[in-house]
């Protein structure tokens, strides 16, 4: 896309494309990393009886610094880490607006973010968007870090913000909690680690959150789209130091999550238990998905997240293609000759096995 020139555009945005997956509507959607399970009657009802509530106090201002919201939050977080309050929490329309928020804060002009791709393609556009200087680091091939040459990048270029995923997308890798520890301790500004899809990681792997009460810095970010099967609320939060939460409330727009999104929030974390009980089955339906694609023959990432990222393709657009063709929606993202499939239900994953031999016997 070219942005025509009468329109008064910044110059770096011109040649820009907006980001977003391919919406194609085919019978088997497995893109964009949703939770194939929906809420429940249950759930749904207690949700809906919430936005009704909410609804009648329409006319007046949503509590501004969702405080109902952020408690239950914390009380959910206290089940990881136990002590988490409300005032080391915050919360915003997805993890997109917080990490916005972060880069707002804590980036900016003359300012430096970093990371080591490859890794969630948002965040340079977060950077942009803040007029913050990107810098990118590279992954080992396994797809970990390698921390010796991500202190030495760290050391260079003194960031004002490094950017870790645990679980990487699109990879799935984990981190390492020796070398979060490592980068903590090396950076001289804000480490967020992106737990996006925490909830999805194998037995005994750490989460960041244990790291907060050593390292007043750190920020550990989270999102309900993924366990919570609650994309479609929009709602992302993050951990970290009380003066962390409050320099993110200089920067958030008024009011800036609805009364309804609160609602939806708070209504959903009531049903935590059964929301997240389909996250056993999906982290079984992921291993079981590595298993049937190495045994077929390719390379596969180790994943912690609910999805799988595979290879390798001569031409992974053409693969892609002819799977969009058999009904099934992949996405193609991340380095070159890979495709990352979200877990979907057993019978979506046995419609993508069976499409992609198709497509690779032909």
């Known amino acids: 896309m070219s942005a025509p020139a009468w329109l008064p555009l910044r ?14 509507d085919v019978p088997v959607r497995l893109n964009t990393n949703e939770n194939p399970y929906g809420p429940s009657e249950a759930v749904a009802a207690d949700v809906a009886e919430s936005v009704r ?12 610094e969702a405080t109902t919201l952020r408690e239950a939050l914390a009380g959910y977080l206290s089940r990881e880490v136990p002590g988490l309050d409300a005032s080391r929490v915050w919360a915003a329309n997805g993890s997109n607006e917080v990490m916005q928020q972060i880069l707002q804060a804590f980036g900016g002009p003359g300012r430096t973010a970093l990371s080591f ?7 340079p ?25 991500a202190l030495e990048l760290i050391a260079a270029e003194q960031p004002d913000v490094v950017f870790l995923t645990s679980p990487n997308n699109p990879t799935g890798t984990a981190l390492d909690p020796e070398h979060t520890r490592a980068v903590l301790d090396a950076a001289p500004g804000m480490v967020v680690v992106d737990e996006a899809y925490a909830e999805f990681r194998r037995a005994g792997t750490p989460t960041a959150l244990e790291l907060l009460d050593g390292h007043p810095r750190l920020v550990v970010t989270r999102t309900m789209s993924k366990a919570f099967a609650l994309a479609g609320g929009r709602l992302g939060y993050l951990a970290a130091h009380p003066d962390v939460v409050d320099a993110l409330r200089i920067v ?15 209504a959903a974390l ?42 390798m393709f001569d031409d992974r657009h053409a693969t892609w293609q002819a799977l969009v063709d058999r009904g099934v929606l992949v996405r193609e993202t991340g380095p070159l000759g890979w495709l990352r499939v979200s877990i979907g239900t057993p019978e979506e994953m046995d419609a993508f096995h069976t499409a992609l031999t198709e497509v690779t016997d032909v």
Do not use: K
């Not at 110059?11 to 194609?24: F, T």
């Not at 791709?117 to 965040?123: D, F, I, K, L, R």
């Open 252 to 266: 958030r727009l008024p009011y800036h999550l609805s009364a309804v999104t609160q609602a939806t929030a708070v």
């Open 11 to 24: 110059p770096e945005l011109r040649e820009e494309e907006p980001y977003g997956a391919p919406q194609i």
């Open 53 to 64: 509530a909410a609804a009648l106090g329409l006319n007046r201002y949503p509590d501004r």
């Open 270 to 311: 009531r049903h935590t238990d059964e929301l997240l009980a389909q996250v056993d089955a999906l982290r079984a339906e992921r291993d079981r998905t590595a298993e049937r694609l190495r045994g077929a023959g390719f390379t596969v990432a180790d994943s912690d997240a609910n999805f799988v990222l595979f290879g």
């Open 117 to 123: 791709a490859p890794t969630y393609s948002m965040y």
């Open 125 to 149: 556009e977060y950077a942009r968007n803040t007029h913050t200087r990107w810098v990118t680091g590279r992954r080992r091939d396994d797809f970990g870090i390698d921390v010796d040459t």
